[in-house]
């Protein structure tokens, strides 16, 4: 088991920044890749950024440049640097850290944090 709590968010204006913390505890030895997701009203949640215990990050192309994901060498936090804000940013931000090997993965989230993104 693991419990990720979330911090930051908020609101800013178009072209400002935030920045999102996520801690982990329990099971944190078992972790190989942590991230952040979001949902705006009526979509689906989607994948943000994600890291690994490696440190390979990956973006979706829309924050690429702007957004920054990183972690702590403990694996328990990771944080969302995030910059040039626009209003179509505006979503719950989900925490995510996946444990487990291919095809047994398994996936723990936190409560979600609001970011609002003013025109």
């Known amino acids: 088991q693991v419990q990720l709590v979330e911090s930051g968010g908020g609101l800013v204006q178009a072209g400002g920044s935030l920045g999102l913390s996520c801690v982990a505890s329990?099971?944190?030895?078992?972790?190989?890749?942590m991230g952040w997701y979001r949902q705006a009203p009526g979509k689906q949640r989607d994948l943000v950024a994600t890291?690994?215990?490696?440190?390979?990050?990956n973006y979706v192309d829309s924050v690429k440049g702007r957004f920054t994901i990183s972690r702590d060498n403990a694996k328990t936090a990771v944080y969302l640097q995030m910059n040039s804000l626009k209003p179509e940013d505006t979503a719950v931000y989900y925490c995510?850290?996946?444990?487990?090997?291919?095809?047994?993965?398994?996936?723990?989230w936190g409560q979600g944090t609001q970011v609002t993104v003013s025109s």
């Open positions: 995510n850290v996946r444990l487990g090997r291919p095809g047994f993965y398994k996936h723990y």
């Open positions: 329990g099971s944190i030895s078992s972790i190989n890749s």
């Open positions: 890291i690994t215990t490696r440190d390979s990050t």
